[in-house]
């Protein structure tokens, strides 16, 4: 329902703080998407690990992509509710974030992120997300600039 | 417990992507923390609103200098896990988070952070967190460089 | 929107696990609801205290109190999803639960709920609840037997 | 490190109101558990569906289970957090909980439940739960009576 040069474009383009982490789509499936996202300097915190925000920003458009692979564009599909549960320390490197969709209803998505340190993912994930987008009504391939991850919603 | 220029020092120097938001206090309680971010232009998303890694951002210091206030700079108390709801969206403008703690244990701190609309802020909050951070065995005060906000823990 | 009877005898008849935990209306705003149960022997645990389960179902009671304050009687609104946060260890005794809305959308109410023990209050809560109710598009006045909290909903 | 026979034991006697559930072990990994509940009566709500507070009930043992799965019986294991999204209406009949840990630390264990509808689980889960639990600092084998899935922490 989306590829990934148009999928990076729409993160890149229309959501500037995000877009700057240099976010890359490594696969599409029907309701799932895998992206990874480089080290920067600027994540980095004195204890030497990546910080919750640039988690965050993360999985919420890994999320947003994993609802676009399974009904496309949307029109102002918005983000009702992110839950985060920091596990390990990640290492001051690339994460990968694994999304998958539970469930994909009339109004409401719902589905799971797991984030992994990219050097050292047999530990398990570094962090745990379920969230939950709000599909409009009237939902289906919109014109660019108004897709909303992170969005307010209700 | 803690000052306001203490505080916003370590937002600013410790966490380099949040430190730069601008983010400054305006009321420190025991057990309670108010601070405004203003507004910046890529904090803008398409549909004229503020995107949610910023209110997560936002939220999560403020969340961490609730617990501060009321136990002291301690190092390396990190984030948990963090619930984020989106209820309305705010005005591409400034953000209040007003943080505070409904219990602060011997290992585990869990509070709450409305977050505002500051120029329009009667319609009731634009985003409510709830949180959890674990305070390390031997809190107290600790050097510089080692606070922990947004960080990994488990 | 709804009067202190009415809505003791839905809980009281449509939802027969929750319904037989003797809860009672304490009070009724708009958009708000306080309920107290009373202890009962199955609810104890050998540490002498009240299961993590009563209180959820206290908690999702009371919330869909607040969102029927508002809205009044609403055929087949719905639990999306509620998170709740053990906070300290309850008295084997009556429980309080102060619900209130924070958002009441077209589609979605969000509201959050404090759970206190009615002998030993000043402590604080002993839980503190989050949850969304979805809204069906036609709410309003509906028949008797068609109340849904706790139901499914995506 | 913990067997069928004596986790039921536990469930049964030790927590009244969800041991009446009628739960019983279909599998035991090492951080895993699947259990069944069977249909009651009083689980029915009018639409004809199984109500929120025992899908809450079994996810909160299932997910307890697979803390012991992973460390033996524990004293004081204590629920510290749960949010359960509620997904699709399971039928009036029997529900399935396949519980594993996606963390298990020196003092939380992290994991996730997803509920099916035994009669009808090729749709996805009717809910997915995630929950934290905390570990007392001398977790190991302890005497009966002590365990303590749903209850408070801090």
Redesign the interface.
């Known amino acids: 329902m989306i590829e990934k040069d148009e999928f990076e474009a729409i993160v890149r383009d229309?959501?500037?703080?995000?877009g700057?982490f240099g976010i890359s789509v490594v696969a599409i499936g029907e309701g799932s998407m895998v992206l990874t996202m480089p080290y920067r300097?600027?994540?980095?915190?004195?204890?030497g690990?990546v910080?919750?925000?640039?988690?965050?920003?993360l999985a919420?458009v890994a999320l947003y992509g994993a609802v676009m692979s399974a009904i496309g564009r949307v029109e102002?599909a918005?983000?009702?509710?992110?839950?985060?549960?920091?596990?390990?320390?990640?290492r001051p490197g690339p994460i990968r974030a694994e999304a998958r969709l539970?469930?994909l209803?009339r109004?409401?998505?719902?589905g799971?992120v797991?984030l992994f340190s990219v050097d050292d993912d047999l530990d398990?994930?570094?962090?745990?997300v379920?969230g939950?987008y709000?599909i409009p009504p009237d939902a289906g391939r919109g014109p660019a600039?108004?897709?909303?991850?992170?969005?307010?919603?209700?």
């Open positions: 229309q959501v500037p703080l995000v700057g300097d600027d994540f980095v915190r004195p204890g690990t910080m919750g925000p640039a988690l965050f920003g919420d102002l918005v983000t009702t509710s992110i839950t985060i549960n920091f596990l390990r320390r990640p539970l469930k209803g109004r409401l998505a719902y799971e797991s398990g994930p570094v962090a745990h379920t939950t709000s600039g108004r897709i909303a991850p992170g969005d307010a919603v209700l």
